[in-house]
């Protein structure tokens, strides 16, 4: 059962980097805390060559780390089971719908995400167990981490749109402009539902493994 906190903004404050090789944006919600698995996606106003990645979502302690992935389109995630119970890890989100029957160990092929969209994953033996993976159109994507900061390597000088995605937001995502490199500080801002990441259940709910 996730627990529900007040409703609150999320703000978001563009800085500019000391390191010139990495730009960092921050997040904040309207309560001054750091923001943590918000998903930005930086879109370029010029044509950006494709950079699919491959990344891993692990299952640890009957939970998905990391709770919140971003990758482009066209990118391929791994599943490893690092329990020693067997999970049924699945979609049914349009932009990608699959399952892993059963499993222990590491599946045999990586996960595939052509479509841009969000896919929310659960498992079908462990219902408290779920996780989100936000399919991009850019190669620029960072999930911020938990000082509320997404940090970007080698972003080229430019125009972009950011658009921002939180699993708990309550409006769509939102959207707004930044040139790099950030000289000024930007505000965007994003209704969300503070909730209590999905952790496996102190006790019951099946956890007697
Ligand atoms: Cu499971």
Redesign the pocket.
């Known amino acids: 059962m996730l627990k529900q906190f007040s409703k609150t903004w999320l703000v978001v404050l563009l800085s500019f980097s000391a390191s010139v090789a990495a730009t960092e944006i921050k997040i904040q919600a309207k309560d001054g805390l750091p923001l943590e698995d918000a998903v930005v996606e930086l879109i370029s106003a010029t044509a950006q060559p494709d950079k699919p990645t491959k990344l891993s979502v692990a299952?640890k302690d009957?939970t998905f780390v990391p709770f919140v992935t971003a990758v482009q389109k066209g990118s391929a995630i791994e599943f490893p089971?690092q329990?020693k119970?067997?999970?049924?890890?699945y979609s049914f989100s349009p932009a990608k719908v699959f399952e892993l029957k059963l499993y222990a160990g590491k599946p045999e092929a990586p996960v595939i995400f052509e479509k841009a969209g969000v896919v929310a994953l659960g498992?079908?033996?462990?219902d408290y167990?779920q996780a989100y993976v936000y399919v991009g159109t850019s190669p620029f994507l960072a999930v911020t981490n938990v000082d509320g900061v997404a940090t970007f390597a080698e972003l080229p000088a430019g125009e972009y749109q950011v658009k921002l995605w939180h699993p708990w937001q309550q409006s769509d995502p939102v959207i707004g402009k930044v040139s790099i490199p950030i000289t000024s500080e930007t505000l965007l801002q994003i209704d969300v539902l503070r909730q209590q990441k999905p952790t496996k259940p102190k006790k019951g709910f099946g956890n007697n493994y």
Not at 85 to 89: E, I, L, N, Q, W
Not at 123 to 126: D, E, G, K, L, S
């Open positions: 299952q009957l089971n329990d119970t067997r999970h049924h890890v498992c079908n033996i462990h167990m």
